[in-house]
């Protein structure tokens, strides 16, 4: 009987750790295709499970962080889904390739689609350029149901801090590409390691064939002194004769 009980415990442990580790990855995120590098460009995939089993998903909002002002937004077309982009003006305007830039997107929104339960959408961005002094950027995001339910993925995570019930998408930035310049002096020192090895390489080929000729040398010489020793014997033998 007792062991019947604690059976069941452990199992209803599992089962709730099962439930909750399903309801933590099903928050809204944003994910980069590749690396979202400092400074650069990068296309963005806002990820937006259904996370209702009696409800559909059908609108997206993405708001962009107006202290990170990006210059270029581009949401690429998702058929069944109508894509709205708002602007706004900026106080200072941003200089980028020469030009002066006096607003930038503050919010994405997609409508008009639907992502029914058990299953999810991913609604690509192409942006820059990105921040160059910041290690990320967090993006809120409102989803809202057909059932006109409305989830604000809006909490930001606090250092040692537990988990927000919905936390805000946070992309991480990456380091500059051209802030690494340990890469191009190992593949110098790897090339001169290779040259070293390869003159190294070519030193004991010629050391082995020096030391070949010397023994072949040596051994037509002690032959040619063989051969004299034989002669000289069969000669005395004549004589003695």
């Known amino acids: ?49 259904n996370e209702r089993d009696n409800a559909s998903t059908t609108q997206l909002e993405v708001n962009f962080p107006v202290d990170q002002p990006l210059t270029s937004v581009m949401p690429q077309d998702i058929p069944g889904w109508t894509v709205n982009v708002e602007k706004t003006k900026l106080d200072k305007p941003l200089t980028v390739h020469g030009k002066q830039v006096n607003e930038v997107v503050t919010k994405v929104t997609w409508s008009g689609g639907k992502i029914g339960p058990g299953m999810f959408q991913q609604f690509p961005v192409s942006v820059g350029k990105l921040p160059e ?39 991480k930035l990456t380091a500059a590409k051209g802030d690494d310049h340990h890469a191009g002096a190992k593949t110098d020192e790897a090339k001169n390691a290779e040259k070293g090895a390869a003159a190294g390489h070519g030193h004991d080929e010629a050391a082995d064939h020096d030391s070949d000729t010397t023994a072949r040398a ?22 003695s004769a």
């Open 218 to 239: 040596l051994g037509i010489a002690g032959i040619v002194i063989g051969l004299g020793g034989v002669a000289f014997g069969v000669a005395s033998r004549r004589r």
């Open 1 to 49: 009987m007792k062991t019947s009980r604690v059976s069941f415990a452990a199992t209803l442990a599992a089962g709730s750790v099962l439930v909750l580790s399903g309801t933590a990855f099903a928050h809204v995120g944003v994910q980069p295709v590749g690396e979202a590098a400092k400074g650069g460009y990068a296309t963005l995939n806002f990820k937006v499970p």
């Open 133 to 171: 002094n910041a290690d990320q950027m967090v993006f809120k995001a409102i989803q809202t149901y057909d059932n006109n339910e409305v989830v604000r993925w809006i909490e930001e995570a606090k250092e040692g801090a537990a988990e927000p019930q919905t936390p805000a998408p946070v992309l």
